[in-house]
């Protein structure tokens, strides 16, 4: 409750200023901002939001607001008191939505069960534990194709780790081993391997931390997710 009559303590402070007359254009406050904020900040885009005199601004890969001369920023959602929905968390998705044809399948270890009619993509760490609970959640799905993208962000044991599994002779055995029973994978970790085109991958679409996960519609669910919350979604996108 502290949390958000503070965050309503800013909104009522930045309505005064809504109607100023010296409002900036949405390209100044987008300077201001990040003349404000450093370069650390990534301000991708500043729009009008749905409150009028209150803007948009995308910074990295987060949705905040603030007001037309850019002197406030707010954190939290907008929600529509008619329908109780978040405009917030439908902009966020939207923005973290990719194109699936642009993930290149073929630097991913594959993994089918069943028909493998139903399809994700997962970016983990193999030192990621959320990642290795995340692992053991899908080992209950049937009838899906998971793609498994390795991206080492957390350490260099991570970047050989993720060789080691790549350059396996059965990649999904060193994987599930790794991933299910944590015996530590061996071998070579020399061969050709995509790690650094994934940590590209990764940068492009705005992945910074593991596992996230994608499915075709191109959303993407961050974190540990619960197997109810990929039955739903998967669900939805009415598979054969």
Not at 94 to 102: A, C, P, Q, T, V
Request: hydrophobic fraction near 40%.
């Amino acid at each position: 409750m502290g949390k958000f009559i503070k965050h309503l303590g800013l909104a009522i402070a930045l309505l005064s200023f809504l109607g100023s007359v010296d409002a900036m254009s949405e390209k100044q406050i987008r300077a201001e901002l990040q003349k404000r904020l450093g370069s650390s900040f990534n301000i991708r885009s500043v729009k009008p939001s749905d409150i009028p005199g209150l803007f948009e601004v995308q910074v990295n890969n987060e949705i905040v607001y603030t007001d037309s001369k850019a002197k406030y920023l707010i954190q939290g959602e907008i929600i529509e008191l008619a329908t109780g929905n978040s405009l917030t968390a439908k902009r966020q998705e939207d923005i973290n939505r990719i194109k699936w044809s642009e993930l290149p399948q073929a630097n991913s270890i594959k993994i089918v069960r069943g028909n493998g009619s139903r399809q994700i993509a997962v970016f983990s760490d193999p030192n990621c534990g959320y990642c290795k609970r995340l692992e053991r959640t899908l080992q209950q799905l049937d009838n899906v194709t998971i793609y498994n993208y390795l991206i080492p962000i957390l350490s260099a044991d991570s970047a050989l780790k993720s060789k080691q599994i790549w350059c396996a002779a059965d990649q999904q055995k060193a994987w599930n081993d790794w991933m299910l029973s944590n015996i530590t994978p061996s071998g070579k970790s020399d061969c050709s391997n995509p790690i650094d085109k994934n940590l590209v991958i990764a940068k492009t679409f705005g992945i910074n931390a593991t596992p996230t996960m994608f499915f075709t519609d191109g959303s993407r669910f961050p974190g540990a997710v619960q197997l109810s919350d990929i039955e739903k979604k998967i669900a939805s996108l009415k598979y054969p």
